[in-house]
């Protein structure tokens, strides 16, 4: 009797098994949830639509990341929701840069500021706070690199959606963001039109609220849609949807007719061809050069006027425009010099328009708050290299670069743009940052876990 117990248990647990397969278990919504959640609203839902109940400009993406700030905070008093805990240089320089803005931020309320600068500053610290909530968010609630991998899917397929409402704007003259209307939400008139124009050609806008950032956030996923196709066809898993992808978010970078943009791309594209192995290196330079000429192609005169961009650039007028301003900031500067004016007291409206990220950030933040926003552009990317000099999984190695493009692409385009003055750009930025942060956590727990090398000849 014993035995046919045995074997009746064993056919039981046998047929369980079996069960199992064939209904696996459910992910369970976790932090990773809830980030896919912000990239949904910050990247589909049109930067135009704001909350239609409170007097602030308030996107629904801002809400979000307050929560998921909220959430972080709860998170962290706990242990029993899954949140990481201990050392994070990525966190530590988000926070030395939340630091600055508290700073600058009791400063320029402390005297006495004009009612419109102090309107902004007030709305201005609660955008920055959400910003960096949602950083810190992100690199402590993504624990694996599998749900690290989903939310950086979701974030390519958003980014290609982007482009192909901008590339439709682009040929067509249609703005399909336009037709979105959702309960709650009201059009915000921000004073930019959504389809510009250069030479004969329309410059496009997708979601968000201007070509140029447009062009930098399809710039700023143009590596990681290398890498999925690149990941696809080592892992013999269908790789067209990527493809795809990349093709979108490289033609949307194109078309936005953006330096920002272009530079972002070429960023991303020596970053990404110095890291992948010798033979990828000649099909990424030999399908990038293809994929420009055929572009120029299909879009005739594209090629000539991003030429024209560059070739006649000391002869432009937004670039002698951005020029011109210099000496007026440097007076600025001179006036606070340790932590600025106050963030988002340099009204474009009331003062001039910097189209430089780091100088504006030297105006309203000061030396400090300059600091500390280059220190947490090399933290992430020291996060990047560190994954890379760490990991043996080639896959997350290859994440590592597509990041590192990434979060440089939208550093170095802060020289030639306010990143911090529009919300989408904004977003994606510390999102990468914080997604830097969770990246080198797992690949520090897969080196404490894999199993050491054996030793030859022992």
């Known amino acids: 009797m014993s035995e046919q117990s045995a074997q009746s248990a064993q056919s039981e ?19 990773a949830t809830l980030v896919c959640l912000f990239l949904l609203a910050l990247l589909i839902i049109p930067a ?32 029993t929701v899954g949140m990481s805990k201990g050392r994070s240089l990525v966190r530590t320089a988000v926070a030395l840069y939340l630091a600055a803005h508290l700073a600058t931020y009791g400063v320029a309320t402390r005297r006495w500021l004009p009612t419109d600068e102090l309107t902004v500053a007030d709305s201005s610290i609660v ?21 690290l991998d989903r939310v950086l899917k979701l974030l390519l397929g958003c980014a290609a959606v982007i482009a192909f409402i901008g590339l439709v704007q682009f040929g067509l003259g249609v703005d399909l963001a336009s037709y979105v209307s959702l309960p709650g939400l009201r059009t915000q008139d921000n004073g930019y039109s959504a389809m510009e124009s250069r030479s004969i050609f329309r410059r496009p ?13 399809c710039a700023m996923a143009v590596p990681l849609g290398a890498h999925y196709v690149f990941k696809a066809r080592d892992d013999g898993t269908p790789y067209m949807r990527w493809l795809v992808c990349l093709a979108l978010v490289g033609l949307g970078a194109l078309t936005a007719l953006s330096r920002t943009a272009l530079v972002g791309v070429a960023v991303a594209g020596v970053i990404m061809v110095a890291t992948l192995p010798k033979r990828r290196k000649i099909t990424t330079l030999v399908v990038g050069g293809g994929f420009f000429l055929g572009a120029s192609l299909v879009v005739p005169g ?18 002698k425009a951005r020029t011109a301003d210099y000496e007026a900031a440097a007076e600025q500067i001179d006036l606070h010099p340790l932590l600025g004016r106050g963030f988002g007291t340099y009204l474009p409206t009331k003062y001039t328009i910097l189209d430089n990220q780091f100088l504006l950030t030297l105006i309203e933040n000061g030396y400090l708050g300059l600091f500390a926003l280059i220190g947490m552009f090399l933290a992430a990317a020291f996060a990047a290299i560190r994954v890379r000099m760490i990991s043996r999984d ?10 590192l493009a990434g979060v440089l692409a939208g550093g170095i385009g802060s020289i030639t743009f306010d990143l911090l003055g529009f919300s989408v750009a904004t977003g994606l930025v510390f999102t990468m940052i914080g997604l830097t942060g969770a990246l080198l956590r797992a690949a520090q727990e897969e080196r404490k876990t894999a199993p050491e090398p054996e030793v030859q000849g022992a």
């Open 13 to 31: 647990q046998s047929a369980r098994s079996l069960r199992d397969q064939d209904n696996p278990v459910r992910q369970r919504a976790d932090g």
């Open 48 to 79: 135009r639509l704001v909350l239609s109940f409170v007097p602030m400009t308030l996107p629904p993406a801002l809400v979000v990341a307050l929560l998921l700030g909220v959430l972080w905070l709860s998170g962290q008093m706990v242990d």
């Open 205 to 217: 806008t997708g979601t968000t609220n201007h070509p140029i950032e447009y062009g930098l956030v």
């Open 302 to 319: 594209l090629f000539g006027t991003i030429r024209g961009m560059f070739s006649n650039i000391e002869d432009d007028p937004s670039v």
């Open 394 to 403: 080639e896959h997350l190695k290859s994440l590592a670069s597509a990041l």
């Open 127 to 147: 955008r920055i706070t959400a910003m960096i909530a949602l950083a810190v968010f992100v690199c402590d609630a993504i624990r694996t690199k599998e749900r």
